[in-house]
Every structure is written in C-alpha cells, then in structure tokens.
C-alpha cells in the first residue's frame, strides 16, 4: 500500500518560492509516472506537473518556466520547486501517480500567495 505525505507549503508573498516534498512509502511509486495537482478553492482538482521514471517532465501551461519538478528515486521522494509564484498560484497541492489512483491521495499541502 502506497502512502505519500505533502510537505513545505506555507504563506508567501508573489514573486517568492517554495519547495513541496512528497514522500512516498511503497516502491512502486518510484516505477510509475507522478506528478502533482492542485486544487484551488471551489475549483477541480488540476494536473500542475509531472514525471516520468526516466526522468522526461511535463508542464501545464500556467506553470512553465516557473515551476519544477523533479524526483529522488533513493529517497521515494518527487519535489516541486515553486518561483515566481502569483496569487493564482494559491491552491493545496498534492502528489499522486499519473494518472492519479484514488486511494492515494494524500491530505495535500496549503500553498497561499499574497498579492
């Protein structure tokens, strides 16, 4: 059974950074296609970036060139660093594997941009 814990979201300012974690439990998730989502409130949940085991990224268009994302396959852990972020940015972010298996989702991490 597949665990995976978001991590390092907080409150910051546009124009700042962050980096989300997410580790994951299990060594199928090192495998298989992840990425994260978002959710901004009253919104659907939505595909932000993803990767494949051998490392090939893709982007959605709202995030290109701002955001990236990347994995540790020895740690079981995907990041997603955050620049440059805007207001619109503001969302919980969660990791899962792509496309997304409903029994992972996770509790997701609150990112919030202020303006």
């Known amino acids: 059974q597949v665990q995976l814990v978001e991590s390092g979201g907080g409150l910051v300012q546009a124009g700042g950074s962050l980096r989300l974690s997410c580790a994951a439990s299990?060594?199928?998730?090192?495998?298989?296609?992840t990425a994260w989502y978002r959710q901004a409130p009253g919104k659907q949940r939505d595909l932000v970036a993803g990767?494949?085991?051998?490392?090939?990224?893709m982007y959605a268009d709202s995030v290109k060139g701002r955001f990236s994302i990347s994995r540790d396959n020895a740690k079981n852990t995907l990041y997603l660093q955050m620049n440059n972020l805007e207001p619109e940015d503001t969302a919980v972010y969660y990791c899962?594997?792509?496309?997304?298996?409903?029994?992972?989702w996770g509790q997701g991490t609150q990112v919030t941009v202020s303006s």
């Open positions: 899962n594997i792509y496309p997304p298996f409903r029994p992972y």
């Open positions: 990767i494949t085991s051998s490392a090939r990224t």
């Open positions: 299990g060594s199928t998730f090192n495998v298989r296609p």
